[in-house]
T-cell receptor
Framework: GQSLEQPSEVTAVEGAIVQINCTYQTSGFYGLSWYQQHDGGAPTFLSYNGLDGLEETGRFSSFLSRSDSYGYLLLQELQMKDSASYFCAPWMDSSYKLIFGSGTRLLVRP | NAGVTQTPKFQVLKTGQSMTLQCAQDMNHNSMYWYRQDPGMGLRLIYYSASEGTTDKGEVPNGYNVSRLNKREFSLRLESAAPSQTSVYFC????????????FGPGTRLTVL
């Protein structure tokens, strides 16, 4: 079967660093994507890890460990506009399908 | 370059009514997808089209049909709406093989009474 686990909510202070963890159990795993969704908005792509290790894009970094079926999204220098839901999404085999979990709601406080 | 567009933005239906949700993309993408998002449930794949002329079931296809009209357009039809289909529906597209970044439309908020 397939399963995804992320914390449901995380709260952090503006300017701080926060890490959102994701553990997965899927068949035919290719890589791990992260998407951001603001309330009332559409999901937008943040990052993708096809290989183990860290990928950095500005204030955001994403990490993958295939052997541990684990990844995380790291957000640095948090801003109020980072308050949103964050979804990890394993990419499944060659069927072009992403599997989305329930997401982590991040609240950034002043 | 509008990206992915969806119509309508909002819709209220009565149980048993039918409707079609329209989706179009102008990025020359091969693959298109329909998702539904219920509160606290994340996104669930309803149907997808890996390329023009093909469609496949996703995680929750029951009660829905799709048509890949051409490379740009992918529609979702509810033949007999049920209250359980009250949700936000998102259409997405991606370049296709080897590309995992999906571009989402703004969504259609559907309520079935």
């Amino acid at each position: 079967g397939q399963s995804l686990e992320q914390p449901s909510e995380v709260t952090a202070v503006e300017g701080a660093i926060v890490q959102i963890n994701c553990t997965y159990q899927t068949s035919g795993f290719y890589g791990l994507s992260w998407y951001q969704q603001h309330d009332g908005g559409a999901p937008t792509f943040l990052s993708y890890n096809g290989l183990d290790g860290l990928e950095e894009t500005g204030r955001f970094s994403s990490f993958l460990s295939r052997s541990d079926s684990y990844g995380y999204l790291l957000l640095q220098e948090l801003q109020m506009k980072d308050s949103a839901s964050y979804f990890c999404a394993p990419w499944m085999d060659s069927s072009y399908k992403l599997i989305f979990g329930s997401g982590t709601r991040l609240l950034v406080r002043p | 370059n509008a990206g992915v567009t969806q119509t309508p933005k909002f819709q209220v239906l009565k149980t048993g009514q039918s409707m079609t949700l329209q989706c179009a993309q102008d990025m020359n993408h091969n693959s298109m997808y329909w998702y539904r998002q219920d509160p606290g449930m994340g996104l669930r794949l309803i149907y997808y089209s890996a390329s023009e002329g093909t469609t496949d079931k996703g995680e929750v296809p029951n009660g829905y049909n799709v048509s890949r009209l051409n490379k740009r357009e992918f529609s979702l039809r509810l033949e007999s709406a049920a209250p359980s289909q009250t949700s936000v529906y998102f259409c997405a597209s991606s370049a296709g093989t080897g590309y995992n970044e999906q571009f989402f439309g703004p969504g259609t908020r559907l309520t079935v009474l």
